[in-house]
C-alpha cells in the first residue's frame, strides 16, 4: 500500500464518522487498484452520508471493476434519486446496463 492509504486509514480510525476520509480512502484505493477495500470505503461513506450521490456513483464504480454490476446499478439507480440528472450516473447506468444485456435500457440511459 502507499503512504497515502496507510496514513488515511490511520486518519479514518481516529474519525471514523468523517465521510470525507472514507471518500478519500475509497479514492486512494482505487487508484491502486484495491478496488474490494475501496468499495468498502465508498459504502461507509455513503453510510454516513446517504445524500450524497457522488458518493454512490464512485461507490458502483469501485463494485462495477469487481464484476458486482446488480449492486453498481442499484447505487446508481439511487443516486440519480437524489440527483436527479447526473451525468456521471447516467452514463455509468447505460454501461451497466450494457454490461449485463440490457442493450435497449443502455439507449435511454447515454447522455
Not at 82 to 100: H, K, Q, R, V
Request: glycine share 6%; no cysteine.
Amino acid at each position: 500500500m502507499t503512504t497515502v492509504v496507510s496514513d488515511l486509514r490511520r486518519t479514518a480510525a481516529l474519525a471514523p464518522t468523517d465521510a470525507g476520509t472514507w471518500s478519500g480512502l475509497a479514492a486512494a484505493y482505487s487508484r491502486v487498484a484495491a478496488f474490494h477495500p475501496a468499495a468498502a470505503a465508498f459504502a461507509r461513506h455513503v453510510a454516513l452520508d446517504p445524500g450524497d450521490a457522488i458518493a454512490r456513483v464512485n461507490r458502483a464504480n469501485a463494485l462495477k471493476r469487481l464484476a458486482r454490476n446488480l449492486e453498481a446499478e442499484k447505487s446508481l439507480r439511487r443516486a440519480l434519486t437524489l440527483a436527479g440528472s447526473l451525468g456521471p450516473a447516467s452514463e455509468s447506468l447505460a454501461n451497466t446496463a450494457w454490461i449485463l444485456g440490457r442493450t435497449r435500457e443502455a439507449r435511454l440511459h447515454y447522455v
